[in-house]
């Protein structure tokens, strides 16, 4: 019953199959929704989701599929309240059917008051299993004082799945919006590597319990190294220009970087349109370190981004500098060769562009993206970015 809600998760982008139904089928049957509606809200999103960049999609699907279900819900649940108001008084017992009544301590009285709600059709009153009026059941309303649940009155004021969707807390999650700080550093956070550093003063637990194993119970005690981050970055940063609009943004980006604790080195460069033999280490563009200098300085593990719209003149492209970044006519360089360099040099870049990815043809950037692997400045392209940077996967539409 639950496959047209499969579908429209699908329908919304979010990727189930056979598995996740095949789970949620496992996770119904063996009654971990609490046969509620909020119950099934909850367990669906656990089993069905795999990324927080699909929580909205899943309430968005969810209000959809259900809605008027817990409408309808919430009329028998006022109708039978209604019914309990409507009490009729309880008959007079005979001490034989007084003897013969059941005690039951908590637990088992809730076990049997769930079972008699799965199994009750309609209403009863004056009997003694059902839930009802008047009658002797451990559970109802007006009947024999015995142990056992009174059922009515107001309900809870919980939240219920409905709303829980409707509140929609997780649109700032899409994978299509510009990235927040927030979202910048945990997706920065990935890039993290460690190695094993230092003095051997940590406690291995795992070695510790292996080596008492082997040596029949005898406790030996197994230090190590502890973990630092070997991360080492290499920002570069278009400034000025049509990188105006951006500003905003790549500011944000510097100051989650420079802000995190997960990097071993972090050097931060700017650049103008494109690298013309020449960077600089503050957004003025004065002084700088030229590019030669800049690779001899690092080795090939530092992972290089690149941040830029890559948007320019074709002729800046094409233009010879030297390592002082003026015009050298033929003595100098191509920028594009620039760029090579760096690319080459760096065992791992990407080149993250804050420009929509549809306007990606047909200009500079198309000569861009055959140097560095281009990713949108999103946070599913920042996610594709450090993926690519971590395990050297190739960026989509790379030529």
């Known amino acids: 019953m639950f496959l047209p809600f499969l579908y429209e998760l699908r329908r919304r982008g979010v990727p189930v199959g056979a598995q996740e139904a095949v789970a949620l089928a496992g996770a119904l049957k063996a ?56 009490a009729r008084e309880r008959r007079e017992l005979s001490p034989e059917e007084r003897a013969l009544l059941e005690h039951f301590d908590a637990e088992e009285l809730e076990k049997l008051f769930q079972q008699r709600l799965e199994e009750q059709r309609e209403r009863h009153d004056g009997g003694s299993k059902w839930i009802g009026t008047g009658g002797a059941s451990p559970f109802g309303h007006s009947g024999l004082p015995r142990e056992g649940f009174r059922v009515g009155g107001e309900g809870g004021g919980g939240k ?19 990235l927040d700080t927030r979202q910048m550093a945990l997706a920065l956070r990935k890039l993290r590597a460690f190695s094993r550093e230092g003095a051997q003063d940590e406690l291995d637990v795992e070695g510790s319990i292996a080596a008492t194993a082997k040596n029949a119970g005898e406790l030996e005690v197994v230090t190590r190294a502890p973990r630092r981050s070997n991360t080492r970055v290499v920002l570069m940063m278009d400034v000025g220009g049509s990188m105006d609009p951006y500003a905003h943004l790549v500011s944000r980006l510097f100051s989650v970087a420079k802000q995190a604790t997960h990097f071993k080195e972090l050097r931060t460069y700017y650049f103008h349109n494109c690298v013309y033999g020449r960077v600089f280490e503050s957004s003025l563009l004065k002084g700088g370190i030229s590019v030669p200098d800049l690779v ?8 290089l981004v690149m941040v830029g719209d890559a ?13 002082e970044g003026y015009y050298a006519g033929d003595n100098g360089k191509e920028g594009l060769m620039w760029l090579m360099d760096l690319a080459r040099h760096f065992e791992r870049s990407a080149w993250l562009n804050p420009e929509p990815i549809q306007t990606w043809r047909g200009n500079t950037i198309d000569a861009v993206r055959r140097v560095f692997d281009m990713f949108p400045l999103t946070l599913e392209g920042l996610g594709e970015a450090v993926a690519h940077l971590t395990k050297g996967r190739t960026a989509r539409g790379r030529r």
Do not use: C, I
């Open 296 to 303: 001899g300085q690092l080795g090939r593990h530092y992972k």
């Open 311 to 323: 948007l320019m003149a074709p002729y800046e492209l094409t233009m010879r500098t030297n390592t």
């Open 31 to 86: 009654g971990l929704h609490d046969s509620s509606l909020d119950g099934f809200y909850h367990v669906a999103r656990a089993l069905l989701v795999h990324a927080e960049t699909h929580l909205d999609a899943f309430d968005q699907a969810f209000l959809t599929h259900f809605k008027g279900v817990e409408a309808a819900g919430q009329q028998l649940t006022d109708e039978l309240l209604e019914w309990l108001r409507d």
């Open 160 to 178: 219920s799945a409905m709303k829980l969707a409707g509140a929609r807390a997780y649109q700032g999650y899409r994978s299509d919006v510009v």
